[in-house]
């Protein structure tokens, strides 16, 4: 298939520099969208545009097998400021392409351009360009108005820039390889009052201070050591001069699990501990508490066929453990048979990480991304 692509390659560096220069934040990737809308229509496929709200869905069909899979990439960008000083860095102030979507898009684009050409395939592929990844639960959105539904899948596969394997290393695993995603924020009230008479004064800092400590009590505490789990805080919020003893402060911290019960174990605790420092102090706690990525759980099957198939494509790796960061194609896995795959991008010891202001997507891994939702779709739905 090497002589094939090879006319597509320098045309999607050129497609993904270009939305890397024009990043798009969850929910408003109009341009983003009516650009891949436009191409896959040249293509000539299928297209349907404002599918949880910004995505596009394209349908490629092929034969007479009622046989279909789902190819998953995300079109969205994160709030953080590039510092990479590339021709290409980003034109949007504060936003910026730091996690390879611009990447997962022109490898997924060059697929539907390849089996649409070549057409050995017997089914229906839907490339689902999704919106939103970041936080805001565009896979959720989908999901929710129908995808499934109006595009039926027998397996739904995405692919992502893996900076911690080589360049061109595939890696999957069955059952759980990214984490749920819990986000809290714990506030307590006290009245406020002069730093000078603390005596007259419920200390809301003193006991955010307090419980901050406790917090971190819980994984190593209360969490079987068998199990994984982690526990952040990572904001405080309080006070605005040195001689008040602020009314209310803000503790707001993540937690990452694999299991449920560890979840809502972990989420018991934190609400007790919250309520257990308030009483102790003379304050009041309120708990808002969001789960809002369950854990990204492969199929056991579709994982399985996921590595055979890379083994054809390049180096393929068994996963030995799922990492805690997070991501909403969780929901599409609840709904449908498939699995989650990394793709190794490391040009070299120092490679910048995912969410790093120096990082850029390596477009020398394009040709192997191609290749594997390629030969996703050849080989289960095979001609």
């Known amino acids: 298939m090497n002589a094939a692509i090879d006319d597509l390659l320098s045309p999607l560096v050129a497609f993904r520099r270009d939305i890397h220069a024009h990043p798009e934040l969850g929910f408003e990737e109009r341009r983003t969208a009516a650009i891949i809308a436009d191409k896959l229509r040249e293509i000539g496929l299928e297209v349907h545009e404002s599918v949880g ?22 079109m969205d960008a994160l ?89 061109g290393t595939i890696a999957t ?9 819990d986000k809290f924020e714990i506030v307590l009230t006290g009245k406020g009052g002069h730093a000078a008479l603390p005596h007259g004064t419920p200390d809301a800092l003193l006991a955010a201070s307090a419980l901050v400590g406790q917090l971190n009590t819980i994984v190593s505490r209360a969490i079987p050591a068998v199990s994984s789990a982690v526990l952040s805080v990572t904001q405080l919020h309080g006070g605005n001069a040195h001689n ?44 808002d508490y969001e789960r809002y990525y369950p854990a990204t759980i492969n199929d056991e099957e579709a994982a399985a066929e996921a590595l055979d198939i890379a083994a054809t494509v390049g180096t393929a790796l068994l996963a030995p453990e799922p990492a805690f960061t ?12 498939g699995a989650y795959i990394w793709l190794g991008q490391a040009r ?14 390596n477009d020398d891994v394009l040709e ?14 095979p001609a």
């Open 53 to 74: 709200r910004t995505g596009v869905v394209g349908v490629l069909r092929n034969g007479t097998s009622g046989r279909s899979i789902g190819l998953r990439a995300d």
């Open 326 to 337: 997070s991501e909403d194609f969780s929901f599409m896995l609840r709904a449908c048979k």
């Open 244 to 287: 008040v003893i602020p009314a209310s402060v803000s503790i707001v911290g993540t937690v990452r699990t694999f299991d449920p019960a560890i979840q809502d174990l972990i989420e018991t605790r934190l609400r007790e501990m919250a309520q257990g420092t308030a009483l102790s102090f003379g304050v009041a706690a309120q708990v």
């Open 348 to 361: 070299g010891p120092g490679s910048p990480a995912l969410h790093n202001p120096g990082y850029d997507f």
């Open 79 to 167: 709030s953080i400021q590039e510092q990479t000083n590339l021709p290409y860095a980003s034109r949007t102030d504060g936003v910026f392409h730091g996690c390879g979507h611009d990447g997962h898009l022109a490898m997924l684009l060059g697929a539907a351009q390849h089996l649409e050409r070549t057409r050995n395939f017997d089914g229906t592929v839907n490339f689902f360009f999704q919106p939103a990844e970041e936080g805001l639960g565009g896979a959720r959105v989908m999901v929710e108005e129908g995808l499934f539904e109006r595009f039926p899948c027998d397996r739904v596969f995405a692919l992502h820039n893996w900076p911690d394997l080589p360049a």
């Open 173 to 181: 695993r069955p059952g759980p390889i990214m984490g749920a995603a």
């Open 368 to 381: 192997t991304g191609l290749r594997l939702h390629v030969a996703l779709a050849e080989k289960l739905l």
